[in-house]
């Protein structure tokens, strides 16, 4: 089984480099996140012609929205509301292998570090800590984990720790609040177990950039981790780097795991 989480940055724009990925990487089973657009504009046409005909989608108009695309039929498909609103930032499915898949867009959080002043920022803590407590009390077990989560948690995650602490999505409150939940909700990182503990790994570069490639002030936003009862099933971990300087590219690249 190969698994991949890509934020798209609108699906119905980038659809033509989605479907050359999947094909090319040859594509198991298809996260997406932001969407951007209502379920009933969904391409789920063009998915199934192309040979993933087995979809789960939640969307809605210009923000937000999370799918899965899938070759093999799904056993049961079902979503969460989190921090009590109905903003499509998570699906679920069950693969016919029985492995589940939960997809999360968790918010970027906006720009002011502090939960006082900033109430998006206050969204996307609730948001990690709800998270936390459900999969504490509800351990994984043949569970997959992907998304856009917009934390980079090491300092490995990112170009300069020391420059970026005090910048959203890698502030000590936000890190330590992702360890949390990969420690006590009973996750295994996958892609950094992969490549170890010194490597950089970066799967975002901001449009501000000239020349991404030549500045590389990436972070590590994207994820996938398993239970830890896959922890030895996994084969290879991939980050698509060159697909953030195709033409119209998303913000992030495509990370692929292969179990």
């Known amino acids: 089984m190969k698994i991949a989480t890509w934020n798209i940055n609108s699906v119905r724009l980038r659809l033509d480099l989605v479907l050359e990925f999947i094909k090319k990487a040859d594509i198991d089973v298809l996260c997406l996140q932001e969407t951007k657009t209502q379920d009933l504009h969904f391409p789920t046409e063009a998915f199934a012609a192309a040979g993933w005909p087995h979809q789960a989608i939640r969307g809605e108009k210009s923000y937000n929205g999370v799918a899965i695309i899938s070759r093999q039929p799904f056993l049961e498909a079902h979503h969460m ?9 998570h699906i679920w499915v069950k693969t016919q292998d029985g492995i589940g898949v ?6 970027a959080g906006g720009d002011v570090p ?4 900033n109430l998006k920022f206050a969204h996307k803590l609730k948001f990690i800590e709800e998270m936390t407590a459900y999969f504490g009390a509800n351990k994984p077990q043949m569970e997959i984990l992907v998304g856009d989560l917009n934390i980079a948690p ?7 720790s020391k420059q970026l602490l005090k910048i959203i999505s890698h502030t000590p409150i936000e890190t330590g609040g992702l360890k949390r939940l990969i420690t006590d909700g009973g996750w295994h990182d996958a892609v950094r177990s992969y490549f170890g503990d010194e490597k ?5 570069w901001s449009y501000r950039a000239r020349d991404w490639m030549a500045s590389d002030r990436g972070r590590r936003l994207d994820h996938i981790w398993v239970s830890h009862d896959l922890a030895d099933k996994v084969l290879m ?7 953030r300087s195709v ?8 990370i692929s795991l292969t179990l």
């Open 247 to 254: 033409d119209k590219p998303s913000d992030h690249v495509p």
């Open 114 to 117: 502090d939960a006082r002043e």
């Open 81 to 89: 509301e989190w921090t009590g609103k109905a903003d499509c930032r």
């Open 102 to 107: 939960h997809n999360f867009y968790v918010p």
């Open 200 to 204: 950089k790994l970066y799967s975002w």
């Open 237 to 243: 971990a991939e980050i698509h780097r060159d697909l």
């Open 154 to 160: 090491l300092a490995a995650d990112v170009w300069s």
